[in-house]
């Protein structure tokens, strides 16, 4: 069985696509599974520094397979990274989610999971579950208040209603607004940039930027500093320091 999940890697960059158009890109257990192990391989492999998430078919995604889930009671949970094959343990590395058209239920969450949201102008977010009888339990419920007002947060739970692209990028839950079918270039143009920096230093600036949050103001730089250390003692912040004397493009080495 071919899978549903997609992974081509080049420039330092990794495009990860959700390949079920046929049910908006819903996610089933199967897929769950793939996707569990496509961001194993975005953070396994040395030649990428940044992933790119879409779907396939002008849609983000449609959240849980619900017609499995009725038939079956199947959950999209994988055992190594949670619900959705990402909710649970999030990439290492940077991950920009490119949404066309609705970005739903678990495919909200699953684009909370990512660090960037570029979205096209016609996209829109949503957390329906409250109108199927559930709760956005694989992350909507916990993070969506982190990236937006919490009363925002609080009437699109409670509601179930979706907001677009523009009113995502008022509230700062959008990091860009990209013409309708062109989410997924400009997100890609982003990760360009993003490849373009030293591997190390991009991931450790990640790991840092989200596990301070749950740091004590008191003891924010006490906390960072055994694991910038690492950087600033890499071979990468060599390069760095020569590539700038000698007016070239640096030769990252990711340690």
């Not at 080049?10 to 769950?32: E, S, Y």
Request: aromatic share 4%; glycine share 10%.
């Amino acid at each position: 069985m071919a899978s549903t999940v997609t992974f081509e890697a080049a420039g330092g960059l990794a495009m990860i696509t959700i390949d079920r158009p046929q049910v908006r890109n819903a996610v089933d257990k199967a897929t769950a599974d793939a996707l569990a192990a496509a961001l194993d391989e975005l953070d396994g492999r040395d030649d990428v520094t940044v992933g790119v998430l879409t779907g396939a078919g002008g849609f983000f995604s449609a959240g849980m397979d619900l017609k499995a889930f009725s038939t079956s009671g199947e959950r999209p949970i994988s055992d190594s990274r949670g619900s959705f094959g990402i909710c649970g343990r999030l990439p290492e590395k940077p991950l920009i989610a490119a949404v066309e058209g609705e970005a739903l239920g678990g495919g909200f969450e699953i684009a909370l999971a990512c660090d960037c949201i570029v979205a096209a102008a016609d996209a829109a977010f949503g957390l329906p579950e409250v109108r199927r009888g559930l709760v956005a339990a694989a992350g909507g419920l916990v993070r969506l208040p982190q990236r937006i007002p919490r009363n925002v947060a609080m009437e699109m739970v409670i509601t179930g209603e979706s907001i677009g692209a523009l009113r995502a990028q008022e509230l700062g839950l959008v990091n860009r607004v990209a013409a309708s079918g062109e989410a997924l270039d400009t997100a890609r143009v982003v990760a360009e940039v993003v490849a373009a920096n030293a591997p190390l230093a991009v991931k450790t600036s990640k790991r840092v930027l989200r596990e301070s949050a749950l740091w004590p103001e008191d003891e924010l730089f006490e906390r960072q500093a055994p694991i910038i250390d690492v950087v600033r003692s890499s071979e990468d912040a060599q390069e760095g320091a020569r590539a700038f004397v000698e007016k070239r493009a640096p030769l990252w080495q990711g340690r």
